[in-house]
């Protein structure tokens, strides 16, 4: 079963449009988060949720909207994509206990033309 | 504000050999976890170890060990017997558990050669 489950995979679009990436998590973690990883691998937080709560929103364009419908679901909307948005998406979700850290979903290869 | 360095941009080692790859880290806080992660070709990201910051002992999973350093903030990754599925960019992160999120690193590409 996968625990962290993200679609899509890929996702090649034009600039000016409007996509969203889904994320769900089978583990039962309270929290969930959007991460950014550029070209230059490095990693960025933009978004924390806990239990549908927002708690974290990073310095992140209003164009970029998340949504937790339910905890075991978060989703990133994107508005008027810009070719700065390529990126790899990660969600990951954090344990607790001896489970302590993240799982993180396999990314989506955001690339903008 | 929370900082990760990781030094080596670069690694390499031969296949059945030990290597090291360095981490340093800042934060005012007491409360934190440190972690290394790996992350293959195939892109996803997959936890290696865990560090509480209150246990003195260093971690240990397999051939994977840390040598944590709390007073100088050094959390070192060792792989012992290198595997060429070992190959992958490795980061270090750190959780403070009152910002709630991790601060990765940016990265050292280990490759393993047969």
């Known amino acids: 079963d996968t625990a962290v489950s993200q679609t899509p995979k890929y996702l090649v679009t034009q600039m000016g449009n409007d996509k969203s990436i889904k994320c769900e998590q089978n583990?039962?973690?309270?929290?969930m988060y959007w991460y950014k990883q550029d070209s230059k691998k490095f990693l960025k937080i933009m978004f924390s949720?806990?239990?549908?709560?927002?708690?974290i929103n990073e310095t992140v364009p209003n164009r970029f909207s998340p949504k937790s419908p339910d905890k075991a679901h978060l989703n990133l909307h994107i508005n008027s994509l810009e070719l700065g948005d390529s990126a790899v998406y990660f969600c990951?979700?954090?344990?607790?206990?001896?489970?302590?850290?993240?799982?993180f979903g396999s990314g989506t290869r955001l690339t903008v033309v | 504000a929370q900082t990760v360095t990781q030094s080596q941009p670069e690694m390499s080692v031969q296949e059945a050999e030990t290597v090291t790859l360095s981490c340093t880290y800042d934060?005012?806080?007491?409360?934190?976890?440190l972690f290394w992660y790996k992350q293959p070709p195939s892109r996803q990201m997959i936890l290696v170890i865990r560090q509480e910051a209150y246990k003195q002992q260093n971690a240990t999973e397999n051939r994977f060990s840390v040598n944590f350093q709390k007073a100088a903030k050094s959390f070192s990754l060792k792989i012992s017997d290198s595997q060429l599925g070992d190959t992958a960019m490795y980061f270090c992160a750190l959780f403070v558990t009152n910002a709630g999120k991790s601060t990765f690193g940016d990265g050292t590409t280990l490759t393993v050669k047969p």
């Open positions: 990951a979700s954090h344990g607790t206990g001896s489970y302590y850290g993240y799982t």
């Open positions: 934060t005012s806080e007491n409360n934190y976890y």
């Open positions: 583990l039962g973690h309270d929290t």
């Open positions: 949720y806990n239990n549908k709560e927002l708690i």
